[in-house]
């Protein structure tokens, strides 16, 4: 039997969009083992996912942790080990834990230990293609981007419950708006969040929810005391129970962070809020599925300047609350008339 091992020790997005790459590794190899280490803040969202076989959390820090887990990885004598978008860090696990063949994919570095070549296409690639020319490189074809999560009967009993307590029946229009992010530079300003879920929550049946981290009290807390609307606030750690939330939602709205891909493995249309990321790499989504992002082009992020904090701030100071309430009105109807509208259009507004 063969022996796969996957690491990938980066953000809740990237872990992810890391399903369509697991999907084809189970579709070319459906006896394998294959075993996955992510981080283990984000180890549940692939927990219950039927393409792997072991999942391990890996709670970084510690060296003798690090080291503890090489040695458990070593025991299993994997044949293949892949490491999309590597760091040093997971580089050098999937080396010393003896895999026979690697296949290391840095896009900011030299790919270390890496015993295939993987080609790097010009600049302005999705992520979740990156993620996939790992396989490629090992001549293995997938069967579409499609990222997936798998959400239990329980995970979804625990949602409605949730919701049904604060009395959030269904039928009722539910916007989901999450203003945190990874990085102060990617986040709107809480004004303007706190605008836009006012004029959505004066519209006739739609409800508010304030969606963060149990870190991002503070955050939620600012936004909510410039509406004058009541949101319901949604601070869940156990991510799969936040995605069976947002599941029941018609829409996500928030910045480019962790929460807008978790929507859009759940299947609800997302209104992404972009500053200085690049687009292209992190929304790898079809305005025709109902996500749409909305950008400014402005000089000084052409492609993504990718910065964590900024002064000047104009690539998301440019974008106004009429473009987001506009742009979210737009999707809440075509949502309400699925079954007999087509959205048209381009991928960016």
């Known amino acids: ?39 283990s803040v984000w180890a549940d969202l692939l927990e219950t996912s039927p393409h792997i076989d072991r999942l391990i959390g890996y709670r ?39 895999v026979t063949q690697r296949v290391v994919d840095n896009r900011s570095g030299r790919a270390l230990f890496s015993t295939v070549n993987v080609p790097h296409p010009p600049r302005g ?33 625990v949602a409605r419950r949730f919701l049904e307590e604060r009395g959030l029946v269904d039928g009722a229009l539910r916007v989901a708006i999450a203003p945190g992010a990874s990085a102060p530079a990617k986040q709107w300003s809480a004004a303007r969040f706190a605008s836009v879920a006012d004029i959505l929550a004066q519209d006739a049946g739609v409800h508010v929810l304030l969606v963060g981290a149990p ?20 601070q869940i750690s156990q991510l799969r129970h936040l995605a069976a939330i947002l599941e029941r939602c018609s829409l996500f709205l928030g910045n480019d962070s962790g929460p807008k891909h978790l929507a859009v493995g ?26 749409v992002a909305i950008i400014k082009d402005v000089d000084c992020r052409e ?26 009105r737009t999707l809440l109807r075509l949502k309400k008339n699925r079954d007999s509208l087509t959205v048209r259009g381009g991928a960016l507004w």
């Not at 091992?5 to 872990?15: A, C, F, H, N, S």
């Not at 870190?215 to 949604?234: G, Y």
């Open 1 to 39: 039997m063969e022996r796969i091992l996957v690491v990938k020790l980066r953000q809740m997005g990237d872990t992810v969009i890391l399903t369509p790459m697991l999907r084809a590794l189970r579709r070319a190899h459906p006896r394998a083992r294959i075993v996955v280490v992510v981080p």
């Open 60 to 98: 970084g820090g510690s060296f003798y942790g690090t080291l503890a887990l090489i040695r458990e990885l070593r025991q299993e004598r994997f044949d293949l080990g892949i490491n999309p978008h590597a760091s040093s860090r997971s580089a050098w696990i999937l080396f010393l834990s003896a």
């Open 125 to 157: 690639r999705a992520a979740v293609e990156r993620d996939l020319d790992c396989i490629r490189s090992l001549g293995l074809e997938s069967d579409g981007s499609n990222i997936e999560l798998f959400l239990t009967t329980e995970d979804r009993a």
């Open 215 to 234: 870190e991002e009290t503070e955050l939620l807390n600012e936004v909510e005391s410039r509406m004058a609307a009541r949101p319901t606030t949604v």
């Open 266 to 291: 759940v299947g609800t249309p997302t209104l992404s809020i972009f500053g200085p990321e690049d687009a292209v790499e992190w929304h790898p989504y079809e305005a025709e599925e109902g996500h």
């Open 303 to 328: 492609g993504g300047c990718g910065k964590k904090v900024c002064d000047d701030h104009r690539c998301m100071g440019l974008i106004t609350v009429d473009e987001v309430v506009g742009g979210a």
